[in-house]
Nanobody
Framework: QVQLVESGGGLVQAGGSLRLSCAASGRTFSNYAMGWFRQAPGKEREFVSAISAGGGSTIYADSVKGRFTISRDNAKNTVYLQMNSLKPEDTAVYYC????????WGQGTQVTVSS
């Protein structure tokens, strides 16, 4: 089982920035497209962004397009999410996972954006 550990969350004011990291165990990380997901209080988990296995293609939910940037460093088994111009609506626990064959969910990292 590949394990994923999210980090980098925190408390930030509206308009601020955070950079999330997702560190993966194993030696086959580069085989998989990866995605970021989030779950706000009282809501279901939703898709945020994804990146292809080699890092050449990215997609974003409309709600974050133009503000968030996903990237990956396969040599470090890590995927990142740069979040700029944060809004209170971005408040959620953020998770990473494989895009097409998701495994177990980690504990995520909390992002809280104050108004």
């Amino acid at each position: 089982q590949v394990q994923l550990v999210e980090s980098g969350g925190g408390l930030v004011q509206a308009g601020g920035s955070l950079r999330l990291s997702c560190a993966a165990s194993g030696r086959t990380f580069s085989n998989y497209a990866m995605g970021w997901f989030r779950q706000a209080p009282g809501k279901e988990r939703e898709f945020v962004s994804a990146i292809s296995a080699g890092g050449g293609s990215t997609i974003y939910a409309d709600s974050v397009k133009g503000r968030f940037t996903i990237s990956r460093d396969n040599a470090k088994n890590t995927v990142y999410l740069q979040m700029n111009s944060l809004k209170p609506e971005d408040t959620a626990v953020y998770y990473c996972n494989r895009r097409f064959t998701p495994g177990s969910w980690g504990q995520g990292t909390q992002v809280t954006v104050s108004s």
